[in-house]
């Protein structure tokens, strides 16, 4: 009997000298848990918010104004003249063209 109090006294002993480090890695633990939760929710409504942008029709209309003028920028006179007036069917005329000598 004088054995078990004494082990349950130095046991006693051992964790209150403890407690102190374990209240430290408590307060650890908790402060990642809630920086996790933060960013879990942050991922998550950043990713709701941006999918209803893209996908309305004001956010779809400033993303296409935004490339096309960087396009614009980006390729001032690139096609000045180089495009033709007109330009002929898919299938070629096959009347029109003369006939091989074979």
Not at 10 to 37: E, Q, T, Y
Not at 42 to 70: H, P
């Amino acid at each position: 009997m004088v054995r078990q109090v004494a082990r349950l006294n130095s046991l006693l002993l051992l964790l209150w000298r403890h407690s102190n480090k374990i209240k430290m890695i408590r307060k650890i633990l908790d402060g990642l848990a809630v920086a996790s939760f933060v960013l879990t929710a942050g991922i998550i409504g950043g990713g709701f918010f941006g999918y209803k942008y893209v996908t309305s029709e004001q956010g779809q209309a400033k993303i296409k104004n935004a490339i096309m003028g960087d396009i614009k920028k980006a390729l001032p006179g690139a096609i000045g003249g180089q495009m033709p007036k007109s330009t002929g069917g898919a299938i070629p005329d096959l009347k029109s063209q003369t006939k091989l000598g074979f």
